[in-house]
């Protein structure tokens, strides 16, 4: 009973008063090597490519000496990679962007890579095993593209593609064609020079894609309004405060106001950025100082890790010359971000000097969580695995049934959270267990011998140390029609016959 008591205790808070989230996690085991990758890493993404429920690690370098490439890195068992295969490009290009996309719409993720040497967008089209083609198609995208984002912009059912090109400072718009193919390039301004990043988002909430684009000159991001046909109004810039290139944006409504922001850090800085933004595309910056005694930011990323409501910041930091340190910066209403938790330092190989290591979120595992995962600069690739606390994931509700009186019933629930309790309740009130009634605090609930009392909503309350879930089903159970009494001879009917027969069934002592 006592703790059934701290079970409801613990409901009543969390409903009551939801700042108790705020302050539980994010929960995080230590750093941990999951591979060596390639060297000089450019980007970092997690795909299930052969539909087997373990994401595998897509992951791009831009090194020299054959060290120029995306490799897949699969995962057979749970947290174990290998190495699946290798996609050769041309050595050492500044830059190394990709996408992994249904691009034909064939039920399969293809591969689609900028080649910056070629001008070009390269096609390696999915075998749906978790490796890729080398035979597909390529497309011309401009001069010295910088990155890339695949939408449908004019709603007619074919995405679309857009790439920045940074030598001509402007973005290509190839409108997409039958068959996932493309038509010739289009290229519509992007209001300053050097665009390293774009990316799409609606941010006036009038059902059309706007651009938000990084330029190196002057430093700052644009935002160009959508048409809603492929096309985009002028740009609006916003300054990057100390006017250095910004790294690792990414886009999130970080104030739960339902407009969109970017934030981002910068090639030097111990600092990172919040553009907030507003629905007429412009956007003013808050700058979040980082702990100094770290170094400088190397790789950022974003997640709700304490289940708030208000996007989380993390991000790899220099710790000396060979450590980059994993942090978490907890968000809060206004953007007031907490004290950062550290969640340890990560060996690398070398130095940590660069700036720009990718970070990003993901269930790595496949375990329900939003682990952290990223990259150093000689391509060791880690993990921060999301562990105990956060928001409790349903993995299975309770299925309505009906059953015969005498039959045996079991509800089941479940969780892939960690560090929960489960607690089965009846119309309301905690169940205790009995013969009759088993699995109380279990994820399966059983009832023995239902009867017409048995019917009634029965409700599992999932409960972790910083959440709780409740799911529930309906029992109905199904027994014969009783007939009136007084219809002594079941005829439907009461009238003096039934006396008749209740009469003579009495006289002859039935």
Request: charged letters at 15%.
């Amino acid at each position: 009973m006592r703790t059934a008591h701290l079970h409801a205790a613990l409901l009543t808070a969390l409903a009551a008063a939801p700042a108790l989230l705020a302050d539980c996690g994010p929960f995080f085991l230590a750093p941990r090597v999951l591979y060596q990758g390639l060297s000089t890493p450019a980007d970092l993404q997690l795909h299930d490519l052969d539909g087997m429920d373990l994401p595998e690690i897509v992951y791009a370098s831009r090194g020299s000496f054959g060290n120029t490439g995306i490799a897949v890195f699969r995962q057979p068992s749970r947290g174990v990679f290998v190495q699946a295969q290798v996609i050769p490009l041309p050595e050492f290009p500044p830059i190394l962007r990709f996408l992994v996309e249904d691009l034909d719409l064939n039920g399969t993720l293809d591969l689609l890579a900028l080649d910056y040497a070629a001008g070009a967008l390269r096609v390696f089209p999915g075998d749906g095993a978790g490796t890729f083609s080398t035979n597909g198609p390529s497309y011309d995208v401009g001069p010295t593209p910088t990155a890339l984002v695949l939408r449908d912009l004019n709603n007619d059912g074919r995405r679309d593609l857009l790439v920045s090109n940074a030598s001509t400072s402007s973005v290509s718009v190839l409108m997409g064609a039958a068959g996932g193919g493309f038509f010739p390039r289009a290229t519509v301004p992007v209001g300053g020079s050097s665009p390293n990043w774009i990316g799409l988002t609606d941010i006036n909430a009038d059902g059309r894609d706007d651009l938000i684009a990084v330029v190196a000159t002057p430093a700052g991001i644009t935002c160009s309004l959508g048409n809603g046909n492929g096309t985009f109004q002028t740009p609006r810039f916003t300054a990057s405060p100390e006017n250095l290139t910004l790294i690792s944006p990414v886009i999130q409504d970080m104030t739960a106001d339902g407009v969109p922001d970017v934030v981002a850090h910068n090639s030097s800085s111990t600092k990172f950025f919040v553009f907030r933004g507003f629905s007429n595309g412009n956007f003013v910056v808050t700058t979040v100082n980082t702990d100094t005694s770290v170094g400088s930011i190397k790789g950022l990323a974003v997640g709700d890790f304490d289940a708030n409501g208000f996007p989380d910041v993390v991000l790899t930091a220099a710790r000396g010359d060979t450590l980059l340190e994993v942090m978490v910066y907890p968000n809060r209403p206004n953007l007031n971000f907490a004290p950062p938790i550290s969640f340890g330092s990560y060996g690398t190989n070398g130095s940590a000097s660069g700036s720009n290591f990718p970070v990003r979120v993901g269930d790595v595992n496949a375990d329900g969580a939003t682990d952290v995962f990223f990259s150093d600069r000689f391509g060791q690739i880690g993990m921060l695995e999301a562990t105990v606390g956060g928001p409790v994931l349903i993995g299975e509700r309770p299925q309505n049934q009906t059953v015969a009186p005498g039959a045996t019933v079991s509800f089941s629930a479940a969780s892939p959270s960690t560090g929960i309790t489960y607690r089965w309740f009846k119309n309301g009130q905690p169940l205790l267990e009995t013969a009759k009634v088993t699995g109380v605090e279990t994820s399966t609930l059983s009832i023995t011998d239902a009867q017409l009392g048995d019917a009634a909503v029965y409700e599992c309350r999932i409960i972790g140390p910083c959440d709780a879930k409740s799911v529930s089903a309906f029992l109905a159970v199904a027994g014969p029609i009783n007939p009136c009494p007084a219809d002594f001879d079941g005829d439907g009917f009461v009238d003096f016959f039934d006396l008749d027969a209740f009469i003579a069934a009495f006289e002859e002592g039935c």
